[in-house]
């Protein structure tokens, strides 16, 4: 498998892994950072700068003064559909 196809199937699993987190640990939000961090079993550095820049970006989830929090977009793609709005 080539390098950069085994980089993108890593990435979709630990977005899918963030937002499973978020979504049954935390019933879609609002969450912590540090609470999502010990949840994934990572360093809340490395959830921020890691994770939700990218999930941030797609606007599957978004940052408010509670916590993190699931938007529709990041429950559809969670959950397997491909919003046509999104793509």
Excluded: W
């Excluded at 085994?6 to 499973?20: E, G, V």
């Excluded at 921020?48 to 408010?64: A, D, N, T």
């Amino acid at each position: 498998m080539p390098f950069l196809q085994n980089c993108a199937m890593r990435r979709a699993k630990d977005d899918r892994r963030y937002l499973d987190a978020l979504l049954k640990s935390f019933r879609g939000g609002p969450a912590g950072v540090q609470a999502l961090a010990a949840a994934l079993h990572e360093d809340s550095d490395t959830v921020e700068s890691v994770y939700e820049p990218y999930l941030l970006r797609l606007g599957f989830i978004e940052r408010s003064p509670r916590g993190r929090i699931l938007t529709e977009h990041g429950r559809a793609y969670n959950s397997g559909e491909k919003p046509d709005a999104l793509f």
